[in-house]
């Protein structure tokens, strides 16, 4: 066995598939008729004999290539459980539905409260880039919601929380009323010592439920918390516990990413956007020498709002910020798939429209989160449908017929000079003036401020 290691270390290919397959292998695997064969009947070669990346033939880079070399697999942190026949489990099924609804529901409430928030919004527009990016990779719908497995418990933690800061907050209420009618009274007494011994009861019951692991159950024993966390003390094992439960759960989420991509992403959609739409911006009445301007910029929104939907999805894809400027390979791969991209486009645009007058009457700072989600519901399906049309033009080999080319060109253009040129008349209706210009819902950050 020991003789034959300098020879086995000589096979990476053999290191790795073990290592792959849970760590070093057995005995038996190593000892096996097939490692001790000679090279003529396909055992181990002489390293001379091996090819060497210098043989290896070398391709030019496409954006098929690229998007061929990203990784397309699930990842086991996000992975989500196939959903059963309803014939044969009908009960698993069920399950199986109320658990993803409510974890999408739970998505939907991280996301219109993280795009509420400036700066912090940059982590759900990045979110929206790598649901975009997963799709154009694979070409699935379902890869579309990354982090999807830690939303249930975030969920069930939020409403655990929520059922008991509930009676507190009414307690709270009473004690206020209490305090402001009878000051010093036996009455606001009590009820500010009932209000402290409680805020520490239940404060200390959510933490403890949220170290046990906050399903639904932890937050309706705390006998059995309390019992848990002392256990877990006396051996010695509560901030091992805790930190594996925090690391887990972050991996889940990855943050840095989402907000280093939506940073990115915003950057290289501006570099696009701004130089058209404050020449767009440049008359508010059809009169006069500013008025070419404005016409010179709607001319080059044209294809900036034609290409950096698509543009968005390669740089989501290959998750490079170069890919947000390949202009020339955005428009030969169009020809492969023309129909699918003015599918995208015409779906980005139409669902774009009506969040415009969302900005007629601006809500307070601490209100933007219930219109959020509007946003989100508009943007989401557009960024999904972008990825997938690029994903079908990176997969396909021959351009499509030149009819289907033509008929998209000639659909594309008047559509986008339509929005164009609904657009111009936003300025007029939103509080924010020429700013509605740049705003631009379906490609900028997903706010509605």
């Not at 459980?81 to 309803?86: E, G, H, I, M, V």
């Not at 928030?117 to 919601?145: H, K, S």
């Not at 500010?192 to 046990?212: C, D, E, P, Q, S």
């Amino acid at each position: 066995m020991v003789a034959k290691l300098p020879d086995l270390l000589q096979r990476p290919d053999i290191v790795s598939q073990s290592i792959s397959n849970g760590g070093v292998a057995g005995r038996a695997d190593w000892d096996s008729p097939a490692h001790s064969r000679p090279a003529s009947e396909g055992g181990l070669q002489n390293p001379a004999e091996l090819p060497s990346e210098q043989d290896e033939p070398t391709e030019p880079m496409t954006p098929a290539s690229l998007t061929a070399g990203c990784h397309v697999g699930p990842n086991p942190v996000d992975a989500w459980p196939a959903c059963p026949r309803p014939w044969r489990k009908p009960g698993g099924f069920l399950y199986w539905a109320g658990r993803t609804l409510f974890a999408l529901l739970t998505l939907w409430g991280v996301l219109a409260i993280t795009a509420s928030i400036p700066l912090v919004n940059f982590l759900a527009f990045g979110y929206l880039l790598e649901a975009e990016g997963r799709v154009a990779r694979t070409g699935r719908f379902r890869d579309a919601f990354p982090s999807l497995s830690v939303m249930p418990r975030i969920g069930i933690a939020a409403v655990g929380i929520t059922l008991w800061l509930a009676p507190l907050l009414l307690l709270a209420s009473n004690a206020s009323d209490a305090r402001l009618i009878a000051t010093g009274s036996a009455t606001d007494q009590n009820l500010h010592t009932l209000l402290v011994v409680l805020a520490v009861v239940i404060g200390l019951h959510l933490v403890f439920a949220l170290a046990r692991g906050g399903t639904i159950g932890c937050f309706f024993r705390p006998i059995k918390n309390v019992r848990w966390c002392l256990a877990h003390f006396r051996r010695g094992a509560w901030l091992t516990h805790w930190a594996d439960n925090s690391r887990q759960f972050w991996q889940s989420l990855p943050l840095k990413r989402y907000f280093w991509l939506g940073a990115r992403g915003l950057v290289g959609a501006l570099a696009w956007l701004l130089i058209p739409t404050a020449l767009f911006a440049a008359a508010s009445e059809p009169t006069g020498g500013a008025f070419l301007v404005t016409v010179l910029g709607g001319v080059l929104l044209l294809p900036v709002l034609a290409w950096v939907p698509f543009l968005q999805a390669r740089f989501a894809c290959e998750n490079r910020l170069s890919g947000m400027f390949a202009w020339r390979e955005i428009r030969r791969e169009f020809r492969s798939a023309p129909l699918c991209w003015l599918l995208a486009l015409v779906m980005t645009y139409v669902l774009a429209l009506p969040l415009y007058l969302f900005k007629v009457v601006l809500l307070p700072e601490d209100a933007m989160w219930g219109v959020t989600p509007v946003f989100l519901a508009s943007i989401f399906p557009s960024k999904i449908l972008t990825g997938w049309a690029y994903h079908q033009a990176t997969v396909r080999d021959r351009p499509a017929w030149w009819g289907f080319r033509w008929l998209s060109r000639g659909l594309i253009i008047p559509l986008l000079a339509a929005f164009i040129f609904v657009l111009f008349f936003t300025q007029f209706i939103g509080e924010h003036g020429k700013g509605v210009l740049f705003e631009h819902h379906a490609l900028l950050l997903p706010v509605p401020f």
